[in-house]
């Protein structure tokens, strides 16, 4: 297993921005894709970002244009940067990423960290 180690969330205002931060850690790994996830109260996990190892990223479409992944392929380490954050946006956020770890192809994701926004 490859720990991830999220951190960064917090309360903030709508409108407001929020830098959160992953970083993988572990012996024997390789990490591919990374990404960041959200759940909010009653519903479904939803991707919020993506990154690989090339720089190509995703985004969901309700954060398109306000939120910016980014990383650091030295230090395994993903960035989220949040702008004109919306109420909608009150979520625990959890990374996760794609590895090779000990010869074995799997997944790993973190313990996940809140954002409110609320006035």
């Known amino acids: 297993q490859v720990q991830l180690v999220e951190s960064g969330g917090g309360l903030v205002q709508p409108g407001g921005s929020l830098r959160l931060s992953c970083a993988a850690s572990?012996?024997?790994?390789?990490?591919?894709?990374m990404g960041w996830y959200r759940q909010a109260p009653g519903k479904q996990r939803e991707l919020v970002a993506s990154?690989?190892?090339?720089?190509?990223?995703k985004y969901g479409d309700s954060v398109n244009g306000r939120f910016t992944i980014s990383r650091d392929l030295a230090k395994d380490t993903i960035f989220l940067r949040m702008d004109r954050l919306k109420p909608e946006d009150t979520a625990v956020y959890y990374c996760h990423a794609d590895r090779l770890h000990n010869g074995r192809t799997g997944d790993d994701w973190g313990q996940g960290t809140q954002v409110t926004v609320a006035a």
């Open positions: 572990g012996s024997n790994f390789i990490v591919y894709d």
């Open positions: 990154i690989d190892r090339t720089g190509i990223t």
